[in-house]
Structure formats: C-alpha cells, structure tokens
C-alpha cells in the first residue's frame, strides 16, 4: 500500500486558539475545530459559559484532542498562557455579545480576557439575528474591531435559527479555514495587481450545443486564493466551473475564449501579472447557427482557430509580466 504524500499547509505546525461562545451556530465551530486539524494545526477551544447550551465540551475535546476551558479558574494564569501561545484566535460564532466585550475591554470570563491579552492575529465570524446584526451600537462595535485590524468573515445571509431571513448566518466552516490560513500567510504581494484565469471555455455550435475540454479550474482558483492571502489584489477570470467562488477577490465569468481575451484585455491595463492558468479552446466552430442544428445526416464540422491570449496581451505596448500553461 502507498503511503499518502503530505501536502506542506500553511497552518501545519501552529497552534489556533478557538474561541465558542453561546449561539445556535456553535455546532459548527465541532467541524471548524476538525478542519483545522486536518491542515495539521495545534488548536485549542475555549467555551464560555452560554456555549455550553449548545454543545459539550467533549465533542470539542474529541475534535481538538484537547482539554477544553471554560472558566477562569480551570488552570491558574490560562488567560495569559493560552492567548501568548497562540499564533491564532479564532472566534466562531461570535455573538453580538463577545464583540461588543472585545470592542469595549470587557474582560469577565476567560474567552474575554484571552482577546484582551493576545498580541496576534483574531478573527471573528458573526452570527446573530439580522436585526441584531444592523444595530447601529453593535455596527459601531464591529467597526472598532475590524479597524483595528480584527479579520472578519461573513455573516452570510440566508434563513437564520429564528426562522426568519436576513444578514446574520454565520460563515460557511471552510471560508473561516481560508481566513486562518490567510492570516498567517507572508503578505510578500502587497501592492501587485494580479490577474488569474482558470477553467475550460465553451465554444458554441448552436444554442444548445458546444465544444469544449474537461479543465475543472482547481489550479486557477487556487493560484488565485494564493495571491489574495500574500497581499495581492487579484482579479480571477473563471470559464465554467463547479468550484466554489474564492472570498476576497474580483470574480468575472466567462464562458467563450472570445469572452475571455476581452475580460482580459479589460483589466491588464492595471495589472502587474497575468496567470493564464485556463484551458482556453484552440478551436472554434467556424460557423454557429442561430437556431439548433437539426439531426439531418450532416455530421461534418469545420472549425477555426480561436484568438491566441497570451500573444494579443503580450503584444500590447504596456503589458504586465506573463505566465503560461501549456498541456
């Protein structure tokens, strides 16, 4: 039997500090706690006191395979400990309460007094009805956090534990696990503007039917998510994809390889770099018709090349550094 190659993580090696506090998203923060252990980290959870409600400390025990604290008094001095041995602190969810705590000084328990005292990277993932969400109080707390360098991710909006819809979901498990990894990526791409393209295009032979190739996007979407969390701006331009819209960045669908060299063109007046990591089409139909192709016996297809990217980019008079893939 092989033995299963480990892939370096960005995460591999450090210790996150995973803070519960008492809102009906907290089952997810079990799942949080495991996918942070899949990229390889240390991770540690801290529970207040309402959390409790929601899950056991066991189950995080489990997921972590750490002892879980909930009180001030669990162990002498663990809201300095902890918070200084962290490279991260993750708080998910976090309720209007702990946010307006943390945004205020507010140090009664030992998730509080961990913010308080931990000199690195927090980030907080919002979860709370939608109108507790809009106060304008609460608003001016969030505002002071994110400010202040305070990473935030999500809500989301969507049908909420009230039953109700709006602003307040919290964010998906595997968008606060990019924001971890995020966190503590060299931010060495600060000030490039870079441009990604990923995924297959489609090229059409009628309304109904078209050619193309089975790229899935995977190496575009991820070289895109690389550049965001290393500083860059980046501008992702997708053909077709099942894949997920990486968070962060400028998304722009494309669907034909015509499409994508004007998407292209469009943004590399402003870019630095351009990664064509798309399987763009090398072949078109030379004629597409308007109406479906009927089932008539003529089963002859003439195709035309399609428009090389790479070289109408690279022949512009100011263009930005070019990578290419090649099958």
């Given at each position: 039997?092989t033995?299963r ?8 090696n450090?210790?996150?500090?995973v803070?519960v506090?008492?809102?009906a ?8 706690v495991?996918r942070l252990?899949?990229?390889?980290a240390s991770v ?6 309402a ?5 056991t ?5 489990i997921?972590?395979q750490?002892r ?11 809201h300095i400990?902890?918070p200084?041995a ?6 998910a ?15 009664d328990?030992l998730?509080?007094?961990?913010l308080?005292?931990h000199p ?10 939608w ?7 609460f608003?001016?707390?969030l ?18 534990a009230c ?6 979901r919290?964010?998906e ?7 971890a ?6 931010r060495d791409?600060v000030?490039?503007d870079i441009i990604?393209t ?14 193309s ?10 070289l895109?998510?690389?550049a965001?969390?290393?500083?860059a ?7 077709p ?14 669907e ?6 004007s998407a ?5 007046s402003k ?26 016996g003529?089963t002859?297809?003439r ?13 512009a008079e100011?263009?930005?550094f070019?990578?290419?893939f090649a099958?």
């Amino acid at each position: 039997m092989t033995k299963r190659k480990k892939v370096l993580t960005v995460l591999r090696n450090k210790s996150v500090l995973v803070g519960v506090t008492g809102g009906a998203a907290a089952y997810k923060s079990i799942d949080l706690v495991r996918r942070l252990k899949e990229e390889e980290a240390s991770v540690f959870v801290i529970m207040t006191e309402a959390a409790g409600k929601f899950v056991t400390p066991l189950s995080l025990g489990i997921a972590s395979q750490n002892r879980v604290c909930s009180s001030l008094f669990d162990e002498p001095m663990a809201h300095i400990k902890m918070p200084a041995a962290a490279d991260l602190l993750v708080i998910a969810p976090a309720t209007a309460n702990i946010i307006s705590k943390f945004a205020n000084g507010i140090a009664d328990d030992l998730l509080s007094t961990c913010l308080v005292s931990h000199p690195g990277k927090t980030i907080i993932a919002p979860s709370m009805n939608w109108r507790m969400y809009q106060n304008r109080f609460f608003q001016q707390n969030l505002q002071k956090l994110t400010s202040a360098g305070v990473i935030q991710v999500g809500p989301e909006r969507g049908v909420l534990a009230c039953g109700e819809e709006g602003l307040g979901r919290m964010a998906e498990v595997s968008d606060i696990v990019e924001a971890a990894k995020g966190a503590l990526t060299d931010r060495d791409l600060v000030g490039e503007d870079i441009i990604v393209t990923a995924g297959p295009t489609r090229e059409y032979l009628d309304p109904v039917r078209f050619i193309s190739n089975r790229s899935s996007g995977k190496m575009g979407y991820a070289l895109a998510r690389a550049a965001r969390d290393r500083g860059a701006d980046v501008t992702l331009i997708s053909g077709p994809s099942a894949l997920e819209r990486p968070g962060g960045l400028k998304f722009v669908e494309v669907e034909t390889s015509a499409e994508m060299l004007s998407a292209v063109k469009s943004y590399t007046s402003k870019a630095t770099v351009l990664i064509m990591a798309a399987a763009v089409s090398d072949f078109a139909p030379a004629m597409r018709s308007d109406a479906k192709i009927e089932k008539d016996g003529n089963t002859t297809l003439r195709l035309r090349l399609t428009d090389d990217i790479i070289s109408e980019v690279a022949g512009a008079e100011k263009r930005p550094f070019i990578i290419g893939f090649a099958a």
